[in-house]
């Protein structure tokens, strides 16, 4: 009798009944069960099934049958025959007792990999039921909510109204099935509070751990500025808001005082005393470096009123002289047709449909028309130049209708949104730039001024001359408005601390002057620092520690010592030592225009500590009043129609929130 090798000692056997179902062991359980089954399909060929005997139809999954089967004639299968010997083998009902008999009796090597295979099929069963199996203990602890005053429940409820807060999410989310929903299956431990909760408790905590944080943080800088402007929200309620930028360790840092609700007479008395409290509730310098406004008549008012350096938003003043250089009957003529035929398009759907196919039978790009945003006048030069270059497909549109055909341009009207293009075009980048809040954009402003004097707005021969008088009237309005002194100055100041630009930008014949400036203000910021850094007088409680002190201990001397000499003041006055500091720094190599100037000043400060300081000062000021505007934005995602009712109170500390709140 020829037998078969054993199978090998891992192969493991789990019939259809053994398995256990999918979805309820743990990993490893199925790894077990899978492999198992598998190995119960490769192991099966091993014991040849004989073409006499048929396999049994039901089985409890007992390994036996594998070696026993039933004649094709035996459709009860009540007689079961030896696959090897072929002796029909008498059984009670299901009991297999008599076969495994047989087999231990008359085929004892088939006997012992029977109960091999026996053997490992009981192990692994065992393992995946106490894989699956749940402990008492482990049970309970899933199903016992936190603690409130637990870590975990305190940290997910932090990170709750973090989210809220800083996504300027509304409050009633915490009881919105799906966020419910999500929690429960993140955690199932946690229970959510009510809004109710974060509302009148976790929302205030934070809001007060953030402002006594920055106020710490703010507690020791000297040099900063400011900017502000007014705003109405959905429901008509007027706000001003107050944002401040100052340098800390040569980072530039930003942060939003507040967003005041401001339902008095926006006259320039009112806003000077509600700046003079803003500066006195963070307990500030009352007197910043200067303040970034647009050029509305009251706050320019109150600015003055308090004293202040006012800086003129870059942004406004361009977009001022750009309406300036737009006064012409021609100009006037064609921007009204540009948004004419923006208006037939944006409502109506049909026109928008015949526009898309007109597109694609001249093979223009699928756009869609840009609507003009009378504050922005970026978004007219985006307008003439979609329109020009949807110039086809308008007019094939336009003209299949007698009542649009008087919108269809001409070419005089061509002519002159090309000019208005190539004047605006140059400058479109200029005001993006300059309203960053991450880095130094004062110092640009004089830089940028003489590159449209030399370049950007100088006349060009071919441009025509519609094209060229708008350029003159842009530059002779900036010109005009940045010579004032004040203004003049802070732009001078600025880019010459700017280890960029220097004096390459200054007047030939103000750069004495400035000099001169320079040397004043960094002896006084000398002298201010000098006073601020004087050792603090004992505590009490370090007066009462009495210390014995430690005998000296004799040390020996060494060659170095005989040439030690007492320490001698410098031999040169402070207004030499900075004029020292001036000579070096104009000899120094230039910057790149493209490298940071804070990380210039990070790197050379000890070399220069006195222009230094001049630098932190004057470099935190920004070149527009943007920062205002995005509070302004802000407000507007928090003051939906939706959640119209908020409270001014509870504006201002959203708004807080979601500006200062760090990652």
Not at 87 to 101: P, R
Request: with cysteine; charged share 20%; hydrophobic share 35%.
């Amino acid at each position: 009798m020829e037998l078969s090798a054993p199978p090998p000692s891992w192969i493991l056997l789990l019939t259809p009944s053994q398995m256990v179902p999918a979805s309820s062991p743990p990993p490893l359980a199925r790894k077990l069960c899978v492999c198992v089954k598998n190995s119960f399909n490769m192991a099966a060929p091993t014991q040849p099934a004989s073409p006499d005997f048929l396999p049994k139809k039901r089985t409890n999954g007992s390994i036996i049958w594998r070696y026993f089967g039933f004649k094709p004639s035996d459709e009860e299968q009540k007689e079961a025959f030896c696959r090897e010997c072929k002796t029909l083998v008498q059984t009670k009902g299901s009991s297999t007792t008599n076969l495994f008999n047989h087999l231990q009796h008359h085929h004892k090597l088939l006997y012992e990999e029977c109960a091999r295979l026996r053997f490992a099929v009981k192990t692994t069963t065992s393992t995946c039921k106490k894989s699956q199996q749940t402990t008492l203990q482990t049970s309970l602890s899933q199903s016992i909510p936190y603690e409130k005053t637990s870590a975990r429940w305190v940290s997910i409820t932090e990170s709750i109204a973090f989210h809220i807060a800083k996504d300027m999410t509304p409050i009633a989310v915490v009881e919105q099935p799906g966020f419910k929903r999500m929690l429960k299956t993140l955690d199932p431990r946690y229970k959510l509070p009510s809004r109710h909760f974060f509302s009148r408790q976790e929302l205030p905590r934070l809001y007060t751990r953030e402002r006594e944080r920055l106020a710490a943080d703010l507690a020791q800088v000297v040099h900063y500025a400011l900017t502000t402007d007014m705003w109405s929200s959905r429901t008509c309620e007027p706000y001003m808001c107050v944002t401040m930028h100052y340098i800390v360790e040569w980072e530039m840092k930003s942060a939003c005082l507040q967003t005041t609700y401001f339902p008095q007479d926006h006259t320039g008395e009112n806003i000077a005393e509600a700046l003079g409290d803003v500066t006195t509730t963070w307990m500030l310098n009352p007197n910043p470096v200067a303040i970034t406004t647009d050029n509305g008549s009251n706050i320019v008012s109150a600015v003055q009123s308090k004293q202040w350096l006012r800086m003129q938003c870059f942004g406004h003043r361009l977009h001022l002289a750009i309406g300036h250089g737009m006064q012409n009957s021609k100009i006037t003529r064609a921007i009204n047709i540009c948004k004419k035929n923006v208006a037939a398009f944006s409502y109506s759907w049909k026109r928008r449909r015949e526009l898309a196919e007109a597109q694609v039978q001249l093979n223009l790009p699928a756009h869609q028309l840009i609507t003009e945003s009378p504050t922005r006048w970026g978004s007219r030069l985006q307008m003439v130049e979609r329109v020009l270059e949807q110039e086809r497909a308008l007019a094939k549109v336009l003209s299949a209708d007698k009542k649009t055909r008087p919108l269809v341009l001409t070419w005089q009207d061509i002519e002159v949104l090309e000019a208005i293009q190539r004047a605006l075009k140059p400058l479109q980048e200029f005001t993006d730039a300059l309203s960053g809040e991450g880095y130094v954009t004062l110092s640009y402003v004089r830089p940028v001024l003489h590159l449209f004097n030399s370049k950007l707005l100088a006349p060009q021969e071919g441009d025509g001359e519609l094209a060229n008088t708008i350029r003159h009237t842009i530059l002779t309005y900036l010109n005009d408005k940045y010579s004032e002194p004040s203004t003049s100055d802070l732009l001078d100041m600025a880019s010459f601390v700017d280890p960029r630009f220097r004096g390459t930008y200054v007047c030939s014949e103000k750069l004495a002057a400035l000099k001169e400036r320079v040397i004043y203000e960094a002896q006084e910021l000398l002298a201010n620092d000098a006073a601020r850094n004087q050792v603090r007088p004992q505590s009490a409680a370090e007066q009462c520690v009495v210390t014995d002190p430690a005998p000296p201990v004799a040390k020996k001397k060494t060659l170095a010592s005989f040439f030690e000499q007492d320490a001698t003041p410098s031999a040169f006055s402070p207004r030499e030592s900075i004029q020292n500091e001036l000579s070096s720094y104009f000899q120094s190599v230039c910057l790149d225009s493209k490298a940071d100037p804070l990380q210039w000043w990070r790197e050379h400060e000890v070399a220069y500590p006195a222009l230094s300081s001049l630098a932190r000062k004057y470099l935190c000021v920004p070149a527009t009043s943007s920062p205002s505007e995005r509070i302004f934005s802000c407000s507007g995602n928090i003051v939906t129609c939706q959640r119209a009712s908020l409270k001014p109170d509870t504006v201002d500390r959203l708004v807080f929130l979601a500006k200062n709140l760090e990652m």
